[in-house]
């Protein structure tokens, strides 16, 4: 089996991020802290992953077809 060293990287990166940002958040169980820590994890480590081009053109061509498969039905 083959490793894409690259993108394997990228992820640890793009955990990294989302990690050290997060610890800046407040750490209490307030909904706001656990909504915050959500929205992080749930859409920034996307975002970030996409920053740094994680995605090639392939996959995002698939992404967009699926979407629009999704917004047919």
Known sequence: MRYDYGRLVKIAVAG?????????LPADLSPASVLGSAALVLIGFPLTLAALG??????????KRASRLLDRS
Request: net charge neutral; aromatic share 10%; hydrophobic share 65%.
């Open 16 to 24: 990294a991020v989302v990690f050290l940002v997060g610890v800046q």
């Open 54 to 63: 994680f995605l090639d053109k392939g996959e995002l061509r698939a992404l």
